[in-house]
């Protein structure tokens, strides 16, 4: 069970690691102009072929917000696929990329068949504003967290929200299966790192890892550790 951060922790250096060196005719970079003020809020890839799905957004998050497609050799050629009643916060596709699931600022949950063009929205169905959702391994499943610090598994065969548990009512920021799939983490605004038992959610235990948010978290590809990015500007690992 992983509860105690190693605070050897390593400063973000991103934007230096993703900027192409001056000179070097060999890095290029794609980049695509959106509306000022719209933002995108999340991406997920489609299939190998470069296509991927967009959430959007914009300053005013209770106003309609879309779900583009887009390729990444193109992306500023986006077109749109459905619209949410609310600004779109997360993003992510299923049964081999043909599935899109999205949720909006007010909670609602949408699930879009790329084949059929059809859309089905549950409205409220996760509760409240959720910043994190990912798909089971399974692939029939879909697991958030919400802005209370609940995190809800929705059954995409049966329509509804199949288990739930409350955590600290600290808003869910990132969410993360282990690679044996016996886990599931969960990271919270206040830093905090939950460890529940995957697929019952029976809580294991929890760490601080700072004052600051800890805004996402991913197992690595071993299973025995994390990778957490704080609001601190640093990462933490944990094992």
């Known amino acids: 069970m992983m509860k105690q951060p190693q605070f050897g922790s390593i400063v973000l250096f991103l934007l230096c690691c993703f900027s192409p060196a001056m000179g070097d005719e060999s890095s290029q970079s794609v980049t695509a102009e959106v509306e000022p003020s719209q933002w995108i809020t999340s991406i997920a890839p489609l299939s190998d072929d470069g296509t991927f799905v967009a959430a959007t957004a914009n300053g005013l998050l209770m106003q309609p917000a879309s779900v583009d497609r887009l390729t990444g050799d193109q992306p500023q050629a986006r077109t749109q696929l459905y619209t949410h009643p609310a600004a779109v916060w997360c993003v992510a596709s299923f049964s081999e990329g043909k599935k899109i699931a999205s949720v909006d600022y007010r909670g609602n949950l949408a699930i879009y068949d790329l084949a059929e063009a059809n859309l089905t929205m549950h409205e409220k169905a996760l509760e409240r504003w959720c910043q994190s959702l990912i798909v089971a391994p399974s692939g029939d499943l879909l697991v958030a967290g919400n802005e209370a610090g609940k995190i809800l598994v929705w059954n995409v065969a049966d329509s509804k929200v199949a ?69 601190d500007n640093h990462l933490y690992q944990l094992s």
Request: overall charge negative; proline content about 6%.
């Open 163 to 231: 288990k739930s548990v409350e955590l600290d009512g600290h808003a869910i920021t990132g969410l993360a299966i282990s690679p044996d799939q016996k886990q599931l983490a969960a990271s919270d605004g206040s830093g905090q790192i939950h460890f529940l038992q995957w697929p019952n959610l029976d809580l294991e235990g929890k760490s601080k890892i700072s004052d600051s948010p800890a805004w996402c978290v991913a197992y690595f590809p071993e299973g025995n550790q994390v990778l957490v990015g704080s609001g």
